[in-house]
């Protein structure tokens, strides 16, 4: 059954990313993922300002309503998507929680800033019996999936080690990559903190830190969003070593083998195999995870639970500072 869909905030992750973009190649966007998606149909979106909303009527020829109350009361919907800013993710939920029940909630990562404003929102979601879900897109990508399943086979052996670059902030940018780990390696032990760092933006900390996962140990290492984004993961496994360059856009694997000269080494393949991924497409990915998860079957989407628990980990770090 296809499952109708309102989305809040039409900034660059609602429309704007994609709009000048081949529809056929590039899906960054919610409204072009839900748009196109057969699972799902948009049925309409809500924002304050007026230009984006006749942006909107125009590319998608839906109907779009400047506050959250008069879009739910027009339109009957199974999914919502939260994608105002971070600082007003909290109260767009409780707003459309009070108008309506919808199977699921997508809302764009991190919940909020605010550790009680993001447990007060997971706990709504389940009071009210709507499935939440945060996007943290890399999850979704058939990449990740596939690092997923070979760590869980151990074709990636563990212990592991890694290094990861982030830039622009640990909460806003680096949680992308601190969520991801969680995913492959389980959850988060401990930290132990290298450098405090300076603040993005005179806000968002951006520390270097080790940080030990059940399955390995991460060192995250901010570089400067000022120079270049740069969004990276390397990890080395008894077994081989993974390479997640370009925030996924390219993911090599080297596995082990017996040196050719010198009996009893091993070396590493010289020539990687590259891991299929579909960043190009991520969010039409994340829409596809959430069909699944609204027909009950198994899926790599990111809970409000799981997101909690990354917020609430990422914020220890940073209480070390």
């Given at each position: 059954?296809?499952?109708?869909?309102?989305?809040?905030?039409?900034?660059?992750?609602?429309?704007?990313?994609?709009?000048?973009l081949d529809?056929?190649?590039?899906?960054?966007?919610?409204?072009?993922?839900?748009?196109?998606?057969?699972?799902?149909?948009?049925?309409?979106?809500?924002?304050?300002?007026?230009?984006?909303?006749?942006?909107?009527?125009?590319?998608?020829?839906?109907?779009?309503?400047?506050?959250?109350?008069?879009?739910?009361?027009?339109?009957?919907?199974?999914?919502?998507?939260?994608?105002?800013?971070?600082?007003?993710?909290?109260?767009?939920?409780?707003?459309?929680?009070?108008?309506?029940?919808?199977?699921?909630?997508?809302c764009e990562?991190?919940?909020?800033?605010?550790?009680?404003?993001?447990?007060?929102?997971?706990?709504?979601?389940?009071?009210?019996?709507?499935?939440?879900?945060?996007?943290?897109?890399?999850?979704?990508?058939?990449?990740?999936?596939?690092?997923?399943?070979?760590?869980?086979?151990?074709?990636?052996?563990?212990?592991?080690?890694?290094?990861?670059?982030?830039?622009?902030?640990?909460?806003?940018?680096?949680?992308?990559?601190?969520?991801?780990?969680?995913?492959?390696?389980?959850?988060?032990?401990?930290?132990?903190?290298?450098?405090?760092?300076?603040?993005?933006?005179?806000?968002?900390?951006?520390?270097?830190?080790?940080?030990?996962?059940?399955?390995?140990?991460?060192?995250?290492?901010?570089?400067?969003?000022?120079?270049?984004?740069?969004?990276?993961?390397?990890?080395?496994?008894?077994?081989?070593?993974?390479?997640?360059?370009?925030?996924?856009?390219?993911?090599?694997?080297?596995?082990t083998h017996?040196?050719?000269?010198?009996?009893?080494?091993?070396?590493?393949?010289?020539?990687?195999?590259?891991?299929?991924?579909?960043?190009?497409?991520?969010?039409?990915?994340?829409?596809?995870?959430?069909?699944?998860?609204?027909?009950?079957?198994?899926?790599?989407?990111?809970?409000?639970?799981?997101?909690?628990?990354?917020?609430?980990?990422?914020?220890?770090?940073?209480?070390?500072?």
């Open positions: 059954m296809v499952k109708k869909c309102v989305l809040i905030g039409l900034g660059q992750i609602g429309m704007g990313y994609d709009l000048a529809s056929e190649e590039f899906v960054y966007t919610h409204a072009r993922a839900f748009s196109t998606h057969p699972g799902f149909e948009l049925v309409g979106a809500v924002d304050p300002v007026e230009t984006r909303r006749d942006l909107f009527r125009q590319h998608f020829g839906r109907p779009a309503y400047a506050d959250i109350a008069s879009a739910l009361q027009a339109q009957a919907t199974d999914v919502v998507v939260i994608a105002s800013p971070t600082s007003q993710h909290s109260a767009a939920l409780k707003e459309v929680l009070a108008h309506s029940s919808p199977q699921a909630i997508l990562k991190p919940l909020t800033s605010n550790l009680d404003e993001a447990r007060e929102m997971v706990d709504l979601c389940e009071t009210a019996g709507s499935k939440l879900f945060v996007n943290y897109v890399r999850r979704a990508d058939l990449g990740s999936i596939e690092i997923k399943r070979r760590i869980e086979s151990e074709e990636i052996k563990a212990p592991i080690k890694g290094v990861a670059w982030y830039s622009k902030g640990f909460l806003h940018n680096g949680s992308h990559l601190f969520n991801l780990l969680e995913y492959w390696l389980g959850p988060f032990v401990k930290a132990n903190m290298l450098d405090a760092g300076r603040l993005s933006d005179g806000q968002d900390p951006e520390p270097d830190v080790q940080v030990e996962f059940e399955l390995g140990t991460v060192v995250f290492i901010a570089a400067w969003e000022e120079a270049f984004s740069h969004y990276t993961i390397e990890l080395l496994s008894p077994s081989g070593r993974m390479r997640y360059e370009k925030g996924g856009e390219s993911i090599a694997w080297q596995a017996a040196h050719a000269e010198i009996v009893g080494y091993q070396a590493l393949q010289e020539i990687p195999e590259m891991i299929p991924n579909g960043m190009s497409r991520y969010q039409w990915h994340v829409a596809d995870q959430l069909a699944y998860a609204l027909a009950n079957q198994s899926n790599s989407l990111c809970t409000g639970r799981q997101a909690l628990a990354s917020l609430e980990a990422m914020h220890h770090i940073i209480n070390q500072r």
